[in-house]
């Protein structure tokens, strides 16, 4: 068994850890994503199969596959999108709570694929941020947990508490000097 070695600045004072509020925000994060599957072509064959028990994304925290857009904080754009289903996708997007993320699997989602005609979006990044990008034509559903893990990381590293507090302010301005470095 490997031992984990924590990244952040913490300590342990008896029995009570000391450590950096956005490092627990960010660790529960990073071992809770809740990702939802945009499955538009051939790519969401795999995506299911990693929810499968031979790939099983539940070891990296991700069982818990959302169909609603409001239980979900990653989206997972597989196949090919179309200009009717981009603003169907940006639609869903926009009505996925804050901090959000989103993975496009596959040639096609990244950057329109082998299609290049008048009803093909070139690159699902035209209509929503992307993350991480995962190559393939479909990609392996290795690839896609290696690209989870990824996201994993960027998760790890986010500055959590300035941007709550961010939201805070725009929000409700009684709140806005809440959390803020002395």
């Known amino acids: 068994m490997q031992k984990q070695t924590v990244a952040y600045d913490s300590k342990i004072e008896g029995e009570v850890i000391v450590t950096q509020a956005d490092a627990v925000i960010n660790w529960i ?5 809740w990702p939802m599957p945009m499955g538009l072509a051939c790519c969401a064959i795999e995506l299911m199969a990693v ?5 099983d994304i539940s070891r990296f925290g991700m069982e818990v596959m959302r169909f609603s857009p409001r ?5 997972i754009v597989s196949g090919t999108v179309t200009y009717k289903m981009a ?14 993320w989103v993975v496009a699997m596959g040639a096609c989602a990244s950057t329109g694929g082998m299609y290049r005609s008048y009803a093909t979006l070139q690159g699902v990044d035209r209509i929503v941020p992307v993350d991480v990008y995962i190559s393939g034509c479909p990609p392996r559903p290795e690839a896609l947990l290696d690209a989870m893990i990824k996201l994993q990381d960027k998760i790890g590293r986010e500055r959590s508490l300035k941007n709550l507090t961010a939201k805070t302010a725009k929000t409700s301005p009684e709140l806005a000097g809440v959390g803020k470095d002395a």
């Open 29 to 33: 994060r990073k071992h809770s994503v």
């Open 51 to 55: 929810g499968a028990s031979r790939f």
């Open 71 to 75: 239980q979900a904080d990653c989206m």
């Open 87 to 100: 603003e169907v996708i940006r639609r869903i997007y926009d009505q996925m709570g804050d901090p959000k």
